[in-house]
């Protein structure tokens, strides 16, 4: 496992990804079934591309995927996730209404 020195990320409890990184953008994958979302300097957009084979080609796009359900992040798929984003915003992602306007909101407009 890499030491959290090398990721482009920070967990903080049960369900908050800190972005932490300018250089690499994060790719958040919650379960097979769940919109992908493209974490970056600017905010939060959906991905609509394929994901990155391995974490080689993932790093030749300047990219971190991100598994929720791995067991060295929260072990499970969640309904509710926190994205602290590097635009100064921490964002509320509640997949029980992925296909509403509700799916990403700003939680907090400055938590810095």
């Not at 957009?45 to 971190?64: G, M, V």
């Not at 997949?95 to 700003?106: E, I, L, N, P």
Request: hydrophobic share 35%; no cysteine; aromatic share 8%.
């Amino acid at each position: 496992m890499r030491s959290d020195l090398e990721r482009a990320f920070i967990l903080s409890g049960r369900n908050t990804i800190i972005h932490k990184q300018k250089k690499l953008d994060l790719l958040i994958v919650n379960d097979e079934n769940d919109p992908i979302l493209k974490v970056t300097h600017h905010g939060i957009s959906l991905f609509k591309d394929d994901l990155p084979k391995n974490r080689r080609d993932a790093k030749e796009r300047y990219l971190e995927v991100i598994y929720v359900a791995a067991q060295e992040i929260f072990s499970e798929p969640k309904t509710l996730l926190f994205l602290q984003s590097l635009d100064g915003r921490e964002y509320k992602i509640d997949y029980s209404k992925k296909a509403t306007k509700q799916f990403v909101k700003v939680h907090q407009e400055s938590y810095l």
